[in-house]
């Protein structure tokens, strides 16, 4: 906004200054109105000419074209090619050639010009890379509770993951994409995603994707992710199409894959969905969703306590809607629906179509002006099941008690429900807090002992825009049982 | 233990709404209100990432302008006349009178992005119809780690000299999801309430006058140039009317 207040303050002192002086000084060849005048104000004003001195370029008064010439060979010299846009490096071109004749006489060298301008047109086409890397050092309490993933160690330091992204624009009409990640887990490198996008203006002026693809998210703004919690449903990779139609007033997007199980072909299903979202005005909208998992060999969920469920057919809709009653403060739910197919019949004590429902208040911090404010309530019937394994910032170790811990079991015969409050607090450009207190709770004698919270507090630092630290402790309690565990962890994020 | 939990948390929540509902009334000073009417901020961060992308747009709006005209003259102590001048100039240089202004803030602390060519990566849905940008900072063509700003422009009229925002409530600004590795579903949309607008106050005294000329005299220069394009071909067209005339004379005499 300030760039565009001086430019405009430069282009208004020249505009109605220019009759005035040029009048007053007829002898000057360069009279006030010439485009140079304007050329170097604008160049001014976005920073790209940083420092040329105001005893040659009097900016307030005609000039001979050697005082002009002057004046860009000294801008020449200081010029900030970070802050020049492609325009702004034509416009320098432009007034060099046209004082090329004086800048000559003057002796200045213009090829380096440009070099530069190659510089800058290398970001234009070819392939483009992008990636980050994060390490962390871990202090947990329980050797081998919920955060130690060694088991015999309480200080690890991990690579929770990394990214390297290749695109590469083909025309104006297919782009490719893939992504590489190395998962702290198995420690292997994996094709998190790889596909073509395809736009087909002629049919129905659609967008495809056809390959691997792990970032497909249909819940946006129902989940903190600055906090590391993730959509309910989807979110996994899947191999196949996808299909984007963007229209004025919403969008509706439908898919079709292959889940390929690397451990055997267990919980291999073929994917299959749509969801139409639509934006009534700037305050309202809804989306309505469907999601069916149809596997591939009846994968047999693991019921410690019945025995096993042989799943033919997991389904899943629901209904989302914001509210925005301003820019900084929304209300905003989803209410869902599970229903299973299992080979040989439901169970007689198993619900097969249980619901769940969430409401969240999002208030940003330009309301409250020191915080940000996520609260957030759930609740999931017994049986109901989501696709994340549970609400957690830090990662923790498999198998081990996690917040919300059994949201994605089918299985869990008593009904949930969890309360968060999230918070960040931005001080400055480098400095930021974030807070997070969880309080999950489960129905039935049985299920309260697994009740449990979850303490969250962190500090972020921006070193620069590629680099930066967090630190940050985590607590998770149960309420009814002798268990807890705590963590320091400090994350270091390089990105590029 | 049940009881005091949930006691616990709903004395919390209680809390934190009166701070929500305390707070409000604050914010609402000035031109602020009106200058954060008109602008969207959305933040993406992939689960674990420190540094997010932020994506700040603001929709100029007469409203829009005529509040940040208003703050700027109460900052300055601008003259009736000052003022005027600098409505002119500012409406001018974000060329309103032909374009629709957006300005594009993008503060990226993650992976860097790579958007060219920018005008693939965003259209505006106005009505039913969608539009590509006419102009926007080149800037936002090259590799995008950190901070950068600019304006990007669409249409304001179509082919035939249309408002494309008659009678039209809502605009709706989508850019490519695939602009940045954060982005996770089909488009990234921001939506005005364009209806809301209020033109009157802008649209009104010597700027406005000013800028009308200037809009008629581009017309008058475009009209021109049809009228001697026409010329042009009636010219030709008679021209090719007497040879054929003067041909078929001389095919009768024979």
Not at chain 1, 448 to 475: C, I, P
Not at chain 1, 476 to 494: G, L, P
Not at chain 2, 65 to 71: G, P, R
């Given at each position: 906004?300030?760039?565009?207040?001086?430019?405009v303050?430069?282009?208004?002192?020249v505009?109605f200054?220019?009759?005035?002086?040029?009048?007053?000084?007829?002898?000057?060849?360069?009279?006030?109105?010439?485009?140079?005048?304007?050329?170097?104000?604008?160049?001014?004003?976005?920073?790209?000419?940083?420092?040329?001195?105001?005893?040659t370029?009097?900016g307030?008064?005609?000039?001979?074209r050697?005082?002009?010439?002057?004046?860009?060979?000294?801008?020449?010299?200081?010029?900030?090619?970070?802050?020049a846009?492609?325009?702004?490096?034509?416009?320098?071109?432009?007034?060099?050639?046209?004082?090329?004749d004086?800048?000559?006489?003057?002796?200045?060298?213009?090829?380096?010009?440009?070099?530069r301008?190659?510089?800058?047109?290398?970001?234009v086409?070819?392939?483009?890379?992008?990636?980050?890397?994060?390490?962390?050092?871990?202090?947990?309490?329980?050797?081998?509770g919920?955060?130690?993933?060694?088991g015999?160690?309480?200080?690890?330091?991990?690579?929770?993951?990394?990214?390297?992204?290749?695109?590469?624009?083909?025309?104006?009409?297919?782009?490719?994409?893939?992504?590489?990640?190395?998962?702290?887990?198995?420690?292997?490198?994996e094709?998190?995603?790889?596909?073509?996008?395809?736009?087909?203006?002629?049919?129905?002026?659609?967008t495809?994707?056809?390959?691997?693809?792990d970032?497909?998210?249909?819940?946006?703004?129902?989940?903190?992710?600055?906090?590391?919690?993730d959509?309910w449903?989807?979110?996994?990779?899947?191999?196949?199409?996808v299909?984007?139609?963007?229209?004025?007033?919403?969008?509706?997007?439908?898919?079709w894959?292959?889940?390929?199980?690397?451990?055997?072909?267990?919980?291999?299903?073929?994917?299959?969905g749509?969801?139409?979202?639509?934006?009534?005005?700037?305050?309202?909208?809804?989306?309505?969703?469907?999601?069916?998992?149809?596997?591939?060999?009846?994968?047999?969920?693991?019921n410690?306590?019945?025995?096993?469920?042989p799943?033919?057919?997991?389904?899943t809709?629901w209904?989302?809607?914001?509210?925005?009653?301003?820019?900084?403060?929304?209300?905003?739910?989803?209410?869902?629906?599970?229903?299973?197919?299992?080979?040989?019949?439901?169970?007689?004590?198993m619900?097969d179509?249980?619901?769940?429902?969430?409401?969240?208040?999002?208030?940003?911090?330009?309301?409250?002006?020191?915080?940000?404010?996520?609260l957030?309530?759930?609740?999931?019937?017994?049986?109901?099941?989501?696709?994340?394994?549970?609400?957690s910032?830090?990662?923790q170790?498999?198998?081990?008690?996690?917040?919300?811990?059994l949201?994605?079991?089918?299985?869990?015969?008593?009904?949930?429900?969890?309360?968060?409050?999230?918070?960040?607090?931005?001080?400055?450009?480098?400095?930021?807090?974030?807070?997070?207190?969880?309080?999950?709770?489960?129905?039935?004698?049985?299920?309260?002992?697994?009740?449990?919270?979850?303490?969250l507090?962190?500090?972020?630092?921006?070193?620069t825009?590629?680099?930066?630290?967090e630190?940050?402790y985590?607590?998770?309690e149960?309420?009814?049982?002798?268990?807890?565990?705590?963590?320091?962890?400090?994350?270091?994020?390089?990105?590029? | 233990?049940?009881?005091?939990?949930?006691?616990?948390?709903?004395?919390?929540?209680?809390?934190?709404?009166?701070m929500?509902?305390?707070?409000v009334?604050?914010?609402?000073?000035?031109?602020?209100?009106?200058?954060?009417?008109?602008t969207?901020?959305q933040?993406?961060?992939?689960?674990?990432?420190?540094?997010?992308?932020?994506?700040?747009?603001?929709?100029?709006?007469?409203?829009?302008?005529?509040?940040?005209?208003?703050?700027?003259?109460?900052k300055?102590?601008?003259?009736?006349?000052?003022?005027?001048?600098?409505?002119?100039?500012?409406?001018?240089?974000?060329?309103m009178?032909?374009?629709i202004?957006?300005?594009?803030?993008?503060?990226?602390?993650?992976?860097?992005?790579?958007?060219?060519?920018?005008?693939?990566?965003?259209?505006?849905?106005?009505?039913?119809?969608?539009?590509?940008?006419?102009?926007?900072?080149?800037?936002?063509?090259?590799?995008?780690?950190?901070?950068?700003?600019?304006?990007?422009?669409?249409?304001?009229?179509?082919?035939?000299?249309?408002p494309?925002?008659?009678?039209?409530?809502?605009?709706?600004?989508?850019f490519?999801?695939?602009?940045?590795?954060?982005?996770?579903?089909?488009?990234?949309?921001f939506i005005w309430d364009?209806h809301?607008?209020?033109?009157?106050?802008?649209?009104?005294?010597?700027?406005?006058?000013?800028?009308?000329?200037?809009?008629?005299i581009?017309?008058?220069?475009?009209l021109?140039?049809?009228?001697?394009d026409?010329?042009?071909?009636?010219?030709?067209?008679?021209?090719?009317?007497s040879?054929?005339?003067?041909?078929?004379?001389?095919?009768?005499k024979?």
């Amino acid at each position: 906004m300030k760039k565009i207040l001086a430019l405009v303050a430069v282009i208004a002192l020249v505009a109605f200054a220019a009759p005035a002086f040029a009048a007053a000084n007829p002898f000057m060849d360069v009279p006030m109105n010439h485009w140079a005048y304007d050329a170097i104000g604008q160049l001014a004003a976005r920073g790209v000419l940083s420092g040329y001195p105001d005893g040659t370029y009097k900016g307030n008064q005609p000039m001979t074209r050697y005082e002009v010439a002057s004046a860009v060979a000294r801008a020449l010299a200081v010029v900030d090619m970070t802050k020049a846009s492609k325009q702004d490096v034509e416009m320098l071109k432009k007034l060099v050639v046209e004082f090329k004749d004086e800048l000559d006489a003057l002796g200045v060298k213009v090829d380096k010009i440009d070099s530069r301008v190659a510089v800058l047109e290398e970001g234009v086409g070819g392939w483009k890379i992008s990636g980050s890397f994060r390490m962390d050092w871990k202090w947990a309490d329980q050797t081998a509770g919920t955060y130690a993933q060694d088991g015999d160690e309480d200080l690890t330091m991990r690579q929770p993951s990394n990214y390297l992204q290749l695109v590469k624009r083909i025309d104006d009409k297919v782009s490719y994409r893939a992504r590489l990640r190395r998962m702290d887990g198995n420690r292997n490198i994996e094709w998190a995603e790889n596909f073509i996008t395809v736009k087909f203006p002629d049919l129905w002026d659609t967008t495809m994707k056809f390959g691997r693809s792990d970032s497909i998210v249909w819940e946006n703004g129902l989940y903190h992710d600055s906090l590391g919690d993730d959509a309910w449903f989807l979110d996994d990779r899947i191999e196949g199409i996808v299909l984007d139609k963007n229209f004025a007033m919403g969008n509706f997007s439908a898919l079709w894959g292959h889940y390929d199980d690397a451990n055997g072909g267990v919980g291999e299903a073929t994917w299959y969905g749509a969801r139409v979202r639509f934006n009534f005005n700037e305050q309202f909208n809804m989306g309505l969703n469907a999601l069916i998992k149809d596997y591939d060999n009846n994968p047999e969920f693991d019921n410690p306590v019945v025995g096993l469920l042989p799943f033919e057919k997991w389904q899943t809709y629901w209904f989302d809607f914001g509210v925005n009653f301003n820019q900084n403060v929304a209300l905003r739910g989803m209410y869902a629906m599970n229903k299973y197919d299992i080979a040989g019949g439901t169970p007689v004590w198993m619900d097969d179509s249980p619901n769940a429902y969430k409401i969240i208040v999002d208030v940003k911090q330009d309301a409250l002006k020191f915080t940000s404010l996520w609260l957030e309530y759930a609740k999931l019937d017994a049986f109901f099941a989501t696709h994340i394994n549970g609400l957690s910032y830090a990662e923790q170790a498999a198998g081990n008690p996690k917040p919300a811990t059994l949201i994605d079991k089918p299985w869990r015969p008593f009904e949930m429900k969890y309360w968060m409050i999230a918070a960040e607090q931005k001080w400055n450009d480098k400095w930021a807090t974030f807070q997070r207190y969880l309080d999950v709770d489960y129905d039935t004698a049985i299920g309260d002992l697994f009740d449990h919270t979850n303490w969250l507090f962190g500090v972020r630092y921006m070193y620069t825009s590629a680099l930066q630290f967090e630190l940050m402790y985590d607590k998770i309690e149960a309420d009814n049982v002798n268990y807890s565990d705590h963590m320091i962890r400090f994350r270091t994020s390089i990105s590029f | 233990m049940e009881g005091k939990r949930i006691t616990r948390l709903i004395g919390l929540s209680v809390l934190l709404f009166g701070m929500l509902f305390t707070a409000v009334p604050g914010f609402a000073a000035d031109y602020s209100k009106t200058l954060a009417k008109w602008t969207r901020q959305q933040t993406f961060r992939e689960p674990g990432a420190i540094g997010p992308l932020e994506m700040k747009v603001t929709y100029y709006s007469a409203e829009y302008v005529q509040a940040l005209i208003e703050t700027e003259a109460e900052k300055n102590l601008w003259t009736k006349d000052e003022k005027e001048n600098y409505t002119y100039q500012l409406l001018k240089t974000l060329n309103m009178d032909e374009m629709i202004p957006i300005h594009v803030e993008f503060r990226n602390y993650g992976p860097s992005m790579h958007m060219a060519p920018f005008d693939e990566q965003v259209e505006i849905w106005i009505g039913r119809k969608k539009f590509k940008p006419v102009d926007y900072d080149k800037r936002f063509n090259f590799r995008l780690q950190g901070d950068r700003d600019g304006m990007i422009y669409f249409p304001r009229y179509d082919e035939k000299g249309k408002p494309l925002l008659e009678g039209v409530s809502s605009v709706k600004l989508s850019f490519n999801s695939g602009i940045h590795m954060y982005i996770r579903g089909s488009s990234v949309d921001f939506i005005w309430d364009v209806h809301k607008d209020k033109p009157e106050s802008l649209y009104a005294g010597r700027a406005a006058s000013r800028l009308e000329l200037d809009r008629l005299i581009k017309r008058i220069e475009k009209l021109n140039a049809e009228k001697r394009d026409l010329e042009n071909k009636l010219n030709e067209l008679n021209n090719e009317l007497s040879s054929v005339n003067k041909r078929v004379d001389e095919l009768q005499k024979q």
